[in-house]
């Protein structure tokens, strides 16, 4: 085997084994980041950071809409004139908490995590109040990706009306 081969495999088997936590640990470093994703999301504005929280081929389902994204620049592109609509008078603020005991997360061997769950959903428009307007399942696939935890798959559905 010529030399040039034998790095390329050894390079190939270096990225497909990065070494993916386990126990707490994953637990930890997925809910760190599902956490400061969507905080971003739905209470932030900053395309460019958000950009590096997604990987270049992300994609968004959702079972109002099917296939809404299909690639992490158009998910930050939206991402970019919600933003502006947010900061508008009567602007719609919205803000996602995690259904206490419905969080599961699991591994994938090179590649990253399966995170599940129930979420809650709160809404207010302008100065309004904040009311609790919905409920949903997720599934979501996170990929290690050179050191940082990206969002790969968003699978949203089942969503309804709201109860605590």
Same mark, same amino acid.
């Given at each position: ?13 270096? $990225?497909?084994? @990065?070494?993916?936590? !386990?126990?707490?640990?994953?637990? +930890? /470093?997925?809910? &760190? ?37 299909? $690639?992490?620049? @158009?998910?930050?592109? !939206?991402?970019?004139?919600?933003? +502006? /609509?947010?900061? &508008? ?76």
């Amino acid at each position: 085997m010529s030399p040039l081969i034998a790095l390329a495999i050894a390079a190939l088997l270096q $990225t497909q084994s @990065a070494e993916i936590p !386990q126990g707490p640990a994953l637990t +930890e /470093a997925v809910t &760190a980041s599902d956490a400061a994703f969507f905080e971003l999301f739905f209470e932030g504005c900053d395309p460019d950071r958000l950009a590096a929280m997604v990987t270049d081929d992300f994609e968004f389902f959702d079972d109002r809409g099917g296939l809404m994204v299909t $690639t992490g620049a @158009a998910f930050v592109d !939206q991402y970019r004139t919600r933003c +502006e /609509a947010r900061r &508008a008078p009567g602007g719609w603020r919205t803000r996602r908490e995690i259904v206490p005991g419905t969080l599961h997360i699991y591994r994938m061997n090179a590649y990253g995590a399966v995170e599940t769950g129930e979420h809650l959903f709160y809404e207010a428009q302008g100065d309004n109040a904040e009311v609790l307007a919905g409920r949903a399942k997720f599934s979501q696939i996170w990929k290690l990706e050179d050191g940082r935890w990206k969002l790969a798959r968003v699978f949203s559905y089942d969503h309804g009306p709201a109860s605590e």
